[in-house]
C-alpha cells in the first residue's frame, strides 16, 4: 500500500473545447439558443440593415457650410445625386452657442462659462468627503457668485439677498434659547422673509449708490438654450431637497398648525399642473408682494419648480419615513435625543437611504 | 448565580407611580396603578399577553403618555414639559424586545452617539466609556462591526452596554430575551445579572422565571390592566394568593 503511486502536483486544468469557450459559445447561447431566438436574432439583424442603409447616406452627405436650407439641398443633389438625402448641419454650427447660451451677449460668453466651470468645485465637497472642508465656504457663497456672474449688475444685490441667510441664523440663535429649536426656525425664516419683503431692495440700492460696483447688466430674457435649463435645474434640486425634508417632516408633525399648513402646500401642488402654477404665480404673486415689486420671470419660474420638486419629493421622502420600524424612533427617544437630532442622526439618513432612487427618478422627470 | 438577598435596596425612592391610568382610545389599558420603587431594587414583572406589563413601563419614560394620576421619576414628575422628559430619559435606560440598534452605525457609534450628543461628552472620552461597557457585555472586538453582522444575543448585549453608556440610574427591560434563540438567553440574562449585583435598579418584563427567582428582590403579577399581586419571589412561586395568579404559574411552570 505504501509505495502505491501518489500524485503530488494537480495537473492543470485544460482549456475548454472550442465551443465552449470565446466568441463561438457566447454567439450559440445568446443569439442562436433555439429556433424562436435564431428568428429574433435575423430578424434584427435586417431591421439594423434597413437602418443603417438609410441613415449612412444621410450622414455622409451632411452639409456643414451653407447659407440657408435650400442652398444646403442643393449642394447634397448635386454631390449625391437626384433623391439622395443628406444632413444639413450648416443651421448648427451656425447656431450651436444659441443652443448653449440662449441670447446671451457673445462677448460676455466667458461669465457663465465661468460659472459653471465653478459649479463643480462648488459640487465637489457636497459629494466627496476627500475634498478639503474649506471648499464648503465656496458651496455656501456659490450661489450669489453664480448669480452676480450670471445676471450681473450690482455686487450688492447678491451680497444683501445672502445677508437674508445671516439675518435668519442670527435671529435663530438670539431665539434658540428660549423658544426651542423648531419656533426659533420658523422666526428665522420670518425675519429673512421680512429681510427679503421691505429692506432688501432699499439696502442694495442704497449701496449701489454709495459703491457702485458691477458687471454689465443681463437681463432674464437673453438666457436661454442649456444655461437657462441648467441655472432653472441645478437651483431647483439644490433648494428642494431641504424644502422636500422639512415638508415631509411637517406633514408627520403632532403641531396642528405645522402639519395644516405642510398637507395644504403639498396637495395644492400636487393637484395642479405645473405649466397651471406658472400661469396663475405672475397673478398671485401680484397680489402677495408688495405692489412696485416685480419678481424676474426666470426667478418665478425657479421658486415654482423648485416648490413642485419640494412637494413631490416631500411624499417620496415621507414614503422613506414609513418605511423604518417604530423602534427607530423609541429607542431614539428613550436615549433622551430630542426630536431635530433624532431626525438628523438617526430617521434621516436611514429614509433618505431608502428614497433615494425615488429621489433621484422624481428630479429626472421635475427638473 | 447571585443570591438576591446580598444585593442592598436603599430607603430612597426611584419611581413613585400613584392612581395612574391610562387609555387607548375607549380601551383602558392601565388602571388604578400604584407602585413604589426604591433604589437598587430589582423587579419583575409578569402576566398574560395583553395585560399591559409593556404599556406600564414604557410610560416610565414616557414612550407613552398617562392620562391621570401621577409618575414620579427620580425627583422629576413626568407631564407633558419636555425639559423633563428628557431629564427623565436621561436618567432611565431601555432595552427592548427587538434591539433597536441603529443599522446604519457601527456598534461604536451607536454607543457613543447619544453620550456625545445628550451629555456633551468629548468624543474620545465617549469611546473609551463604549469600549468599558462593550468589555463588559463580552463583545469588545465587535465595536467596529454594523449590527447586522451580529447574533441577536450580541446585538441585545449591545443595546444593552448603549444603554449603559448614558450612565442611567434606572433601567428598563421590556422581554429582552423572548425574541432569541435559547442558546442566547443565557448570555443576555448573565449580562442582566451582573447588572443587578452591581447595584442597578432594575424593572424587567420577563417571562424568565429561573431570572426572577435568581435576581428579582419583588415580582409583579399583572392582569387586565391591573396590578393584581406582588410579593418577593419566594413567596409568589410557592404560595401565590389570587386565582388568576396561580392559573398563569401552572400554565407558565406547569405542564
Ligand atoms: N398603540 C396602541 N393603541 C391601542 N391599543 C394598544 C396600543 N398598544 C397596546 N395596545 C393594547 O393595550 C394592551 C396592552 O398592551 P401591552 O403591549 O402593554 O401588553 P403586554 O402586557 O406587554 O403584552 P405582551 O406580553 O404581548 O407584550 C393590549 O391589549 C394591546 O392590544
Ligand atoms: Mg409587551
Redesign the pocket.
Known amino acids: 500500500m505504501s509505495d502505491s503511486f501518489v500524485r503530488i502536483e494537480m495537473v492543470p486544468a485544460k482549456a475548454p473545447p472550442l465551443s465552449e469557450r470565446g466568441l463561438l459559445k457566447w454567439l450559440r447561447e445568446n443569439l442562436f439558443a433555439g429556433p424562436f431566438n435564431t428568428i429574433l436574432t435575423l430578424a434584427t439583424l435586417y431591421a439594423l440593415f434597413l437602418l443603417l442603409r438609410n441613415v449612412i447616406p444621410w450622414l455622409a452627405n451632411g452639409v456643414w457650410y451653407a447659407d440657408n436650407l435650400q442652398e444646403c439641398r442643393d449642394i447634397i443633389t448635386a454631390y449625391a445625386g437626384e433623391g439622395a438625402t443628406g444632413a444639413c448641419w450648416a443651421m448648427i454650427r451656425e447656431r450651436w452657442n444659441q443652443f448653449i447660451f440662449g441670447l446671451y451677449p457673445q462677448d460676455l460668453y466667458w461669465r457663465p462659462a465661468v460659472a459653471f466651470v465653478l459649479l463643480f468645485g462648488a459640487i465637489a465637497p457636497v459629494l466627496f468627503p476627500k475634498v478639503p472642508r474649506q471648499m464648503l465656504w465656496l458651496t455656501l457663497f456659490y450661489p450669489a457668485i453664480a448669480f452676480f456672474l450670471i445676471w450681473g449688475g450690482s455686487i450688492w444685490t447678491p451680497i444683501v439677498a445672502m445677508l437674508g441667510f445671516g439675518v435668519m441664523m442670527l435671529a435663530y440663535r438670539v431665539l434658540v434659547g428660549f423658544t426651542g429649536v423648531t419656533v426659533a426656525g420658523v422666526l428665522g425664516v420670518l425675519a429673512a422673509v421680512l429681510w427679503w419683503l421691505f429692506a432688501d431692495a432699499a439696502v442694495a440700492e442704497g449701496l449701489a449708490r454709495a459703491l457702485p460696483i458691477g458687471l454689465e447688466s443681463v437681463g432674464s430674457d437673453e438666457l436661454g438654450g442649456f444655461l437657462l435649463a441648467l441655472v432653472i435645474g441645478v437651483t431647483a434640486i439644490a433648494f428642494s431637497l431641504p424644502l422636500g425634508i422639512l415638508l415631509a417632516l411637517g406633514r408627520q408633525s403632532d403641531l396642528p398648525v405645522i402639519k395644516m399648513i405642510c398637507v395644504g402646500f403639498i396637495e395644492l401642488i400636487r393637484g395642479v399642473p405645473l405649466i397651471t402654477l406658472l400661469f396663475t404665480a405672475s397673478l398671485l404673486l401680484g397680489y402677495f408682494l408688495p405692489s412696485g415689486t416685480n419678481l424676474d420671470t426666470v426667478l418665478r419660474v425657479i421658486i415654482l419648480v423648485t416648490f413642485f420638486a419640494a412637494a413631490y419629493l416631500a411624499e417620496v421622502i415621507r414614503g422613506g419615513l414609513a418605511a423604518l420600524p417604530r423602534g427607530q424612533y423609541e429607542a431614539a427617544d428613550a436615549l433622551g435625543l430630542d426630536y431635530w437630532r433624532a431626525q438628523r442622526l438617526i430617521i434621516l439618513p436611514q429614509a433618505l437611504k431608502i428614497s433615494i432612487p425615488a429621489i433621484v427618478s422624481t428630479f429626472i422627470n421635475r427638473s | 448565580m447571585a443570591e438576591a438577598s446580598k444585593m442592598h435596596v436603599s430607603d430612597e425612592v426611584a419611581i413613585q407611580i400613584q392612581d395612574m391610568n391610562k387609555w387607548?382610545?375607549t380601551?383602558h389599558?392601565l388602571r388604578d396603578i400604584n407602585m413604589t420603587v426604591r433604589s437598587g431594587e430589582r423587579i419583575v414583572i409578569c402576566?398574560?399577553?395583553?395585560?399591559?406589563?409593556?404599556?406600564?413601563i414604557?410610560c416610565i419614560n414616557r414612550l407613552?403618555e398617562h392620562q391621570q394620576g401621577q409618575i414620579v421619576v427620580d425627583g422629576i414628575e413626568l407631564t407633558s414639559d419636555i425639559k423633563n422628559i428628557d431629564k427623565v430619559r436621561s436618567e432611565v435606560g431601555m432595552v427592548f424586545?427587538h434591539f433597536n440598534l441603529f443599522p446604519h452605525l457601527t456598534i461604536l457609534e451607536n454607543l457613543t452617539l447619544a453620550p456625545i450628543w445628550v451629555r456633551k461628552v468629548p468624543k474620545r472620552e465617549a469611546e473609551e466609556t463604549a469600549m468599558y461597557f462593550l468589555e463588559k457585555v463580552k463583545i469588545p472586538e465587535q465595536a467596529k462591526k454594523y449590527p447586522g453582522q451580529l447574533s441577536g444575543g450580541q446585538q441585545q448585549r449591545v443595546a444593552i452596554a448603549r444603554s449603559l453608556c448614558m450612565k442611567p440610574r434606572i433601567m428598563l427591560f421590556?422581554?429582552p430575551t423572548s425574541a432569541l434563540d435559547p442558546e442566547m438567553i443565557k448570555e443576555v440574562l448573565d449580562t442582566m445579572i451582573q447588572l443587578a449585583e452591581e447595584g442597578m435598579t432594575m424593572i424587567c418584563?420577563t417571562h424568565e422565571m429561573g431570572f426572577a427567582q435568581a435576581v428579582a428582590n419583588r415580582v409583579i403579577f399583572?392582569d387586565q390592566?391591573q396590578i393584581v399581586e406582588q410579593n418577593e419571589p419566594k413567596e409568589f412561586f410557592s404560595n401565590p394568593k389570587s386565582d388568576r395568579t396561580k392559573l398563569f404559574l401552572s400554565q407558565i411552570l406547569g405542564h
Not at chain 2, 402576566?47 to 406600564?56: D, E, F, I
Request: glycine residues 22%; proline residues 5%; without cysteine.
Open positions: 387607548y382610545g380601551f389599558v402576566g398574560p399577553s395583553g395585560s399591559g406589563k409593556s404599556t406600564l414604557r407613552e424586545q421590556d422581554e418584563v399583572m390592566g
